[in-house]
């Protein structure tokens, strides 16, 4: 079983930046895709960003220019560098795993909270 461990959620000013880390432990020679969502009070949950085994990237066009999305394969790891935040970037963001036969894992979510 995959197991996905998030960190980096906080209280950060408009303009301010966090760092989003997701670390996979478990069975993660099969990955497909990790990438993050996230859910605003009484929204849908969207995607954000995400990226394949070979390095693609995508990202909601909200964030494009702002968010970085990479991976540090070594520690198993999918990062998030979320710059010059926004009220509407206010959301639970949550990590997931696609492995490569279509199954997936979720984090737990964290909280990131942009007021001033």
């Known amino acids: 079983q995959v197991q996905l461990v998030e960190s980096g959620g906080g209280l950060v000013q408009p303009g301010g930046s966090l760092r989003l880390s997701c670390a996979a432990s478990?069975?993660?020679?099969?990955?497909?895709?990790m990438g993050w969502y996230r859910q605003a009070p009484g929204k849908e949950r969207e995607l954000v960003a995400s990226?394949?085994?070979?390095?693609?990237?995508n990202y909601a066009d909200s964030v494009k220019g702002r968010f970085t999305i990479s991976r540090d394969t070594p520690k198993n790891t999918v990062l998030l560098q979320m710059n010059n935040l926004k009220y509407e970037d206010t959301a639970v963001y949550y990590c997931?795993?696609?492995?490569?036969?279509?199954?997936?894992?979720w984090g737990q979510g964290t909280q990131v909270t942009v007021s001033s």
């Open positions: 478990g069975i993660i020679s099969s990955i497909n895709t």
């Open positions: 997931k795993l696609t492995l490569v036969w279509g199954v997936d894992y």
């Open positions: 990226i394949s085994s070979a390095g693609r990237t």
